[in-house]
């Protein structure tokens, strides 16, 4: 019976039904408290309720029941990462990895770790395990922003153009490469691809404004007026929109 509300309790928290999640999850505890993936589950509701303390003393319990349970591991890596403490969510997620070497989240998980520890060679061995193991729009958005940070710009156009092909309705990749593409000096190839990321995510000013940017370049001062417009209505205070503005209405 604890595993029926356990289930039911983890299909709830894909749907986001936190609550009714927690309800679930709470009973299958009541009935066997030594269920770790209940704990293990409960936690990631406390996580999604952005309750990190209260979800790593789940994750906690998870590990005291079975402290080979990579999952727990890799979600405590997690919450930690999010509460900013970068040593602990390494050496959780490393752990995660020594019981599930097959685990891509974890590889995920860690490499975004090491990114933000400004160690991008294992940032980028670890989101390419994830890609091998599973590939996804985030592992190749991540790994292509580690390229981009590194000035490896083919290498993070290559891994964006991959984000963009396998979800083309995510605007991520499509804005992404177009940055790339732009600041190598493509200007047709970026509007291009901002035509993209702007159909799919209409409120994102940056590329209204990076989109006029490029019109700007070409000669179309018209269309360039419009996007940087666009821009502003969305952000008011984004300064590289207003001098852009700016020289074209002194140019006009």
């Given at each position: 019976?604890?595993?029926?509300y356990c289930?039911?309790?983890?299909?709830l928290?894909?749907?986001?039904?936190?609550?009714?999640?927690?309800?679930d999850?709470?009973?299958?505890?009541?009935?066997?408290?030594a269920?770790?993936?209940a704990?293990?589950?409960r936690?990631?509701?406390?996580?999604?309720k952005?309750?990190?303390?209260r979800?790593?003393?789940?994750?906690?319990?998870?590990?005291?029941?079975d402290?080979?349970f990579?999952?727990?591991?890799?979600?405590?890596?997690?919450?930690?990462?999010?509460k900013?403490?970068?040593d602990?969510?390494?050496?959780?997620?490393?752990?995660?990895i020594k019981?599930?070497?097959?685990?891509?989240?974890?590889y995920?998980n860690?490499?975004?770790?090491?990114y933000?520890?400004?160690?991008a060679?294992h940032?980028?061995?670890?989101?390419?395990?994830?890609?091998?193991?599973?590939?996804?729009?985030?592992a190749?958005?991540n790994?292509g922003?580690?390229?981009?940070d590194t000035e490896?710009?083919?290498?993070?156009?290559?891994?964006?153009?991959?984000?963009?092909?396998?979800?083309?309705?995510?605007a991520?990749g499509w804005?992404?490469r177009?940055?790339?593409r732009?600041?190598?000096?493509d200007n047709?190839?970026g509007i291009?691809?901002?035509?993209?990321?702007?159909?799919y995510?209409?409120?994102d000013?940056y590329?209204?404004?990076?989109?006029?940017?490029?019109?700007?370049?070409l000669?179309?001062?018209k269309?360039?007026?419009a996007?940087?417009?666009?821009a502003?209505?969305?952000r008011p205070?984004?300064?590289?929109?207003?001098?852009?503005?700016a020289?074209?209405?002194?140019?006009?």
């Amino acid at each position: 019976m604890a595993a029926a509300y356990c289930n039911r309790g983890y299909g709830l928290t894909e749907k986001r039904e936190l609550d009714a999640a927690l309800a679930d999850l709470n009973e299958a505890i009541k009935l066997d408290p030594a269920y770790a993936c209940a704990y293990t589950n409960r936690g990631r509701v406390y996580a999604f309720k952005r309750d990190l303390d209260r979800a790593i003393a789940d994750y906690d319990e998870a590990i005291r029941i079975d402290p080979s349970f990579a999952l727990a591991y890799n979600n405590r890596g997690d919450a930690w990462l999010n509460k900013g403490d970068l040593d602990r969510a390494l050496a959780d997620l490393s752990l995660a990895i020594k019981y599930n070497p097959k685990l891509a989240g974890a590889y995920g998980n860690r490499g975004f770790v090491y990114y933000r520890k400004g160690d991008a060679a294992h940032a980028i061995a670890d989101f390419t395990t994830e890609i091998k193991l599973e590939p996804n729009v985030l592992a190749y958005i991540n790994r292509g922003n580690v390229y981009r940070d590194t000035e490896q710009l083919d290498r993070a156009a290559a891994d964006y153009g991959e984000a963009a092909r396998i979800a083309p309705t995510d605007a991520r990749g499509w804005r992404n490469r177009g940055m790339i593409r732009l600041f190598k000096g493509d200007n047709k190839g970026g509007i291009a691809d901002y035509d993209k990321a702007l159909q799919y995510d209409p409120n994102d000013a940056y590329s209204w404004n990076n989109r006029g940017q490029a019109k700007l370049r070409l000669g179309d001062k018209k269309g360039a007026a419009a996007d940087l417009s666009k821009a502003l209505e969305l952000r008011p205070d984004l300064k590289t929109a207003q001098e852009a503005l700016a020289r074209l209405g002194a140019t006009r």
